[in-house]
């Protein structure tokens, strides 16, 4: 019984504890690892804990695709801000895709977003989904 309760304890201080705060991301190169590419196969590419310089977290990862020599070049990982320079709101702020051309850069703030289109619909987007249902009933 003492040893249950013992567990219990452990149990229960250790979820006051976060063991990390930073972001898990995917980390690949198309040029290297051609299922770093689009269409993008998960199963086949390395994920890490983001914590730059083992002191620093980052926030935020980010997906970038460039036209380069006749191909698309997609690089994935970690966003190299830290929060000395960009605190976590500013990181998170940034959140979106930038275009140029054909080229893109994306940065996301949730773990593994950088693995693809993410083709989430935000609450204002329900709402009126609802309104113009409610509207036709």
């Known amino acids: ?17 976060r063991l990390g705060d ?6 690949c ?3 290297e690892l051609p299922d770093c590419g689009d269409p993008f196969n ?7 804990e983001c914590d730059n310089f ?3 977290q980052t926030f935020t990862c980010f ?7 006749g191909q698309y070049v997609t690089v994935r990982g970690c966003a190299p801000f830290t929060t000395d320079v960009f605190p976590g709101g500013m990181q998170k702020g940034m959140v979106g895709s930038y275009w ?13 977003c950088n693995g693809a289109v993410s083709n989430k619909v935000g609450w ?11 509207r036709l009933f």
């Open 124 to 134: 204002l987007g329900c709402f009126m989904l609802t309104v113009a249902l409610l």
């Open 54 to 56: 083992f002191t620093q």
């Open 100 to 112: 140029k051309g054909v080229n893109v850069m994306s940065l996301c703030d949730f773990p593994n």
């Open 63 to 69: 997906k970038a695709t460039q036209y380069a020599a």
């Open 42 to 48: 998960p199963g086949r590419v390395p994920s890490s």
């Open 29 to 31: 190169r198309s040029d």
């Open 22 to 27: 930073g972001i898990r991301c995917y980390v």
């Open 1 to 17: 019984m003492a040893s249950l309760s013992a567990l219990l304890s452990v149990l229960t201080i250790s979820l006051l504890f």
